[in-house]
Nanobody, 112 residues
Framework: QVQLVESGGGLVQPGGSLRLSCAAS?????????MGWYRQAPGKERELVAS???????NYADSVKGRFSISRDNAKNTVFLQMNSLKPEDTAVYYC?????WGAGTQVTVSS
């Protein structure tokens, strides 16, 4: 049974930082497996935030380039999303995904 469990969300002030984690189980967490972070804000479609694939190939949405960083720890079956210089428009539920599997999401709220 595949499980993706996100953690690390919360309430943060503009300019602050959060680090999201996604722990995977029930799948082969190899260096070739593409892992991704998506987000969905109220009233908006789910959008790709960042992904990390084979040979460390990384892709970021233009809106987060220079502020967010995706990484992985294959030994711990975990992928991370470091989010710096957070803005109110980053407020959303953040989801971890691989292949056709999705986590339940973790809420990130950026507000003063």
């Amino acid at each position: 049974q595949v499980q993706l469990v996100e953690s690390g969300g919360g309430l943060v002030q503009p300019g602050g930082s959060l680090r999201l984690s996604c722990a995977a189980s029930g799948i082969i967490f190899s260096i070739n497996r593409t892992m991704g972070w998506y987000r969905q804000a109220p009233g908006k479609e789910r959008e790709l935030v960042a992904s990390i694939g084979s040979f460390g190939l990384i892709n970021y949405a233009d809106s987060v380039k220079g502020r967010f960083s995706i990484s992985r720890d294959n030994a711990k079956n975990t992928v991370f999303l470091q989010m710096n210089s957070l803005k109110p428009e980053d407020t959303a539920v953040y989801y971890c995904t691989t292949s056709s599997y999705w986590g339940a999401g973790t809420q990130v709220t950026v507000s003063s």
